[in-house]
């Protein structure tokens, strides 16, 4: 019985500790530094990648939260990853962005919606 007992609170802090990932990151603007590179989470789980200002192109789909990771998913099947630290995003990879952002540049929250 009480072995039961302990894998049933494990299991409970588990389900709170991922509900918890999600809550960490805000919508709004995440700005780099240099201000170069923008991602904007919108209500809906939608995203605006802007990867350089000097792109004409910028990325627009839906986001997801998955083990520490946001993953833009672009509607014609690009993909971007970060991972979430601190309440910021720091880009990990995606399709053709590594050219115009460097992995492991970090974006901080400067406008929340």
């Not at 409970?12 to 709004?28: E, H, T």
Request: aromatic letters at 10%; one cysteine or more.
């Amino acid at each position: 019985m009480t072995k039961k007992i302990v894998i049933l609170w494990l299991v409970v802090i588990m389900v709170f500790s991922l509900a918890a990932c999600g809550k960490g990151l805000k919508q709004g603007k995440y700005v780099t530094d240099d201000e170069m590179s923008s991602v904007t989470l919108l209500d809906n789980n939608e995203f605006v990648f802007d990867r350089h200002i000097a792109t004409s192109y910028a990325p627009a789909g839906n986001y997801s939260i998955k083990n520490g990771k946001l993953i833009l998913h672009v509607y014609d099947d690009e993909e971007y990853i970060f991972e979430i630290k601190n309440g910021q995003i720091i880009f990990k990879s995606g399709d053709m962005a590594e050219a115009l952002v460097t992995p492991g540049t970090v974006f901080k929250l400067v406008k929340n919606n």
